[in-house]
């Protein structure tokens, strides 16, 4: 199926050094609905903080919220750019440019692909179109090797994905442990991708995607306590909804965080940890750090 967004999608996008990258992805993030960091250039040193929305941005807020960062940063303020975006199939978009992933026993391929999944994979159909996760990103491969171990450990009946994007993890944990899954994501556009990817993958029985304000969403308190809860989401709002994911977990339960860079570790770490979580183990893929916590 192919899918059109017509007018009213904007980009925001801005290059910046790599050790001022999380600070203006949360920048860009108050901003747009989505959020994208990735290198700018194979040595590193610099990376591309890319956000889309879909509506008209406040240009004049952006360009203060940049200039003001770059000082902060001790940085030159940064290149801008605040543009309409033309008509566009974004799914075709998104299909040329995703060759088939593995991550873990995950098997994560895009309707294109024609082939067989290999021998022993879980294979996971995803179209990702302008809702985030397709399984490239750092973030979302650490989520999917964290979730590979931990259900060869533990059973899980019901599991939150907050954030979901595209729908990835719970899909990925309902095929894996068969527990009851809902996703919420605060981007109607996402949850609308992600139920499409839930059908594609015979699992919409057993898998709710919601549209919703984070822990505050009806059908998050009506099927909590969750015994693993994902949020690959960006540090600072891991930090600022640590004190709202508590009253949904069951003892023993596992949280998937992600969404991080490397250095943001410590910072999130400690904001969980003082909700009664423990730290049971980290994975790294390039930049960004994906944390297993235990209450």
């Given at each position: 199926m192919s899918v059109q967004w017509n007018s009213g999608i904007w980009r925001i996008a801005v290059e910046?050094?790599?050790?001022a990258a999380s600070a203006f992805a949360d920048?860009?993030?108050?901003?747009?609905?989505?959020?994208?960091?990735?290198?700018?250039?194979?040595?590193?040193?610099?990376?591309?903080?890319?956000?889309?929305l879909r509506r008209i941005p406040d240009t004049a807020a952006i360009v203060a919220d940049v200039a003001v960062m770059a000082f902060?940063?001790?940085?030159?303020?940064?290149?801008?750019?605040v543009e309409s975006l033309p008509p566009t199939d974004w799914l075709a978009w998104s299909l040329s440019g995703f060759p088939p992933i593995v991550a873990g026993r995950y098997f994560v391929h895009?309707?294109?692909?024609?082939?067989?999944?290999?021998?022993?994979?879980?294979?996971l159909r995803i179209d990702a179109a302008m809702a985030f996760g397709t399984g490239e990103h750092g973030?979302?491969?650490?989520?999917?090797?964290?979730?590979?171990?931990?259900?060869?450990a533990?059973?899980?009946r019901r599991v939150l994905d907050m954030g979901c994007g595209s729908g990835i993890l719970g899909i990925a944990a309902r095929k894996t442990t068969g527990a009851r899954v809902l996703g919420v994501d605060l981007d109607p556009i996402s949850v609308a991708q992600a139920r499409q990817n839930a059908t594609r993958n015979r699992v919409s029985d057993r898998v709710r995607f919601a549209f919703g304000d984070g822990y505050f969403t009806r059908a998050v308190w009506k099927r909590r306590p969750y015994d693993l809860v994902f949020a690959n989401i960006l540090a600072r709002p891991l930090v600022r909804m640590a004190p709202r994911m508590r009253p949904h977990l069951a003892p023993g339960a596992r949280v998937v965080l992600s969404g991080l860079l490397v250095r943001q570790d410590r910072m999130v770490l400690a904001a969980h940890r003082m909700q009664g979580l423990r730290l049971v183990r980290r994975h790294t893929v390039g930049e960004w750090r994906t944390l297993v916590l235990a209450r």
């Open positions: 910046v050094p790599a050790g920048i860009v993030g108050r901003h747009a609905d989505t959020v994208a960091c990735v290198e700018a250039e194979p040595s590193g040193e610099t990376f591309l903080v890319e956000g889309m902060a940063c001790g940085i030159p303020e940064p290149r801008l750019e895009g309707s294109h692909f024609d082939g067989t999944p290999p021998m022993g994979r879980i294979p973030s979302t491969r650490g989520c999917l090797i964290a979730l590979d171990r931990l259900a060869r533990h059973r899980f």
